[in-house]
């Protein structure tokens, strides 16, 4: 609990069902649905910004970022990172989990628009090449730190979760240039 819920908790007898109601997780309550839509908002802007400041081989493989709701797509030319908040129906962050992949290949590809003629899609060229699920963990917003869904132990801040992403992303793309080379 913060120093903030325990100063203004009311006097219930310890123990009873009142009393354990009231002092319920963080992840479950409401100010965590605003919480993990800030953090959630920090780790799209670190991975976004750190992204830009990567440096790619020709200038069309400049990033270009597109955002929706609790999704992001960040393209760097043959490469891309994708991260969403995943969340069940009650819309709790104690029971959503964050997804990252790294993708070799476009995602989400935009065909061009012309006026009165059909639509061509776009074809889907992507593949996982890296993923990684993490929950949320935390007793307040100034403690919100996310577990690896696959190892115990150790959680990791936003930085350090944006981090890995770059670190995937970047070696996915130097993976793409040896392929490129090669050929």
């Not at 959680?155 to 992303?169: G, H, K, W």
């Amino acid at each position: 609990m913060d120093e903030l819920t325990r100063a203004t908790s009311p006097t219930l007898p310890a123990g009873s069902p009142a009393e354990a109601a009231w002092r319920r997780p963080f992840l479950t309550t409401h100010p965590a649905l605003a919480a993990a839509a800030r953090e959630f908002a920090r780790l799209t802007t670190d991975v976004v910004d750190r992204v830009a400041l990567l440096t790619f081989d020709e200038p069309a493989h400049a990033p270009k970022v597109r955002r929706s709701p609790y999704r992001i797509i960040v393209q760097a030319g043959p490469v891309a990172v994708t991260l969403a908040w995943l969340r069940d129906r009650a819309d709790s962050p104690a029971a959503a989990q964050l997804l990252v992949a790294v993708w070799r290949g476009t995602i989400a590809a935009v065909a061009p628009h012309q006026f009165e003629r059909p639509k061509k899609l776009a074809e889907a060229t992507a593949e996982t090449m890296w993923v990684a699920e993490y929950t949320p963990e935390a007793e307040s917003e100034l403690s919100w730190r996310w577990r690896l869904q696959i190892a115990e132990g150790a959680t990791l801040s936003s930085a350090e979760v944006a981090d890995q992403c770059l670190a995937a992303l970047s070696r996915e793309y130097a993976a793409c240039r040896e392929d490129l080379a090669a050929d």
